[in-house]
């Protein structure tokens, strides 16, 4: 399975680790920046590059890091079909992709230490996402297609 990832220079040290991990498990990476923590660049545009990796099936998941994950969550979730959620811990990264069907993960590098955020990614990673929650997901997708058509 590939993995997208991307970081803006506040998550870039998060992102490091993480890549370290999926690489370790054996995912093949799709790194998509940034590759410094002192240059600085704009989180929407790491966000969406990692958005854009998983919509177009050049990853079938993805990982956005930034200083909080909530910017770089908002970028990835313009991209219609992405449904990127923001993580703090095991639990929140498990019913991310069990019950949203999260496709892309989202962590903050100043708010998540780095065996809390590496064992969040194992727990997302082997959640199965569950069908009953299909119904939910389709509104979802319903949502993107109703606005992408506006835009």
């Not at 082997?126 to 009953?132: K, L, M, N, S, Y």
Request: hydrophobic fraction near 40%; charged fraction near 20%.
């Amino acid at each position: 399975m590939r993995i997208a990832l991307g970081s803006d220079h506040a998550g870039y040290d998060l992102k490091t680790l993480l890549k370290g991990s999926l690489m370790a498990w054996g995912y093949d990476v799709l790194d998509l920046g940034t590759e410094s923590a002192t240059v600085p660049v704009d989180y929407p545009d790491y966000g969406a590059a990692v958005g854009r990796a998983v919509v177009a099936g050049d990853a079938e998941l993805g990982v956005a890091c930034c200083g909080s994950g909530i910017g770089i969550a908002m970028a990835a979730n313009k991209v219609p079909g992405v449904r990127a959620a923001v993580v703090h811990d095991v639990t929140s990264g498990h019913l991310a992709r069990e019950h949203n069907h999260a496709n892309v993960l989202c962590m903050g590098g100043r708010l998540t230490g780095s065996t809390v955020a590496v064992e969040t990614l194992k727990a997302w990673l082997d959640a199965i996402p569950e069908p009953r929650h299909e119904p939910r997901i389709e509104k979802l997708a319903s949502l993107d297609a109703q606005y992408a058509e506006k835009r």
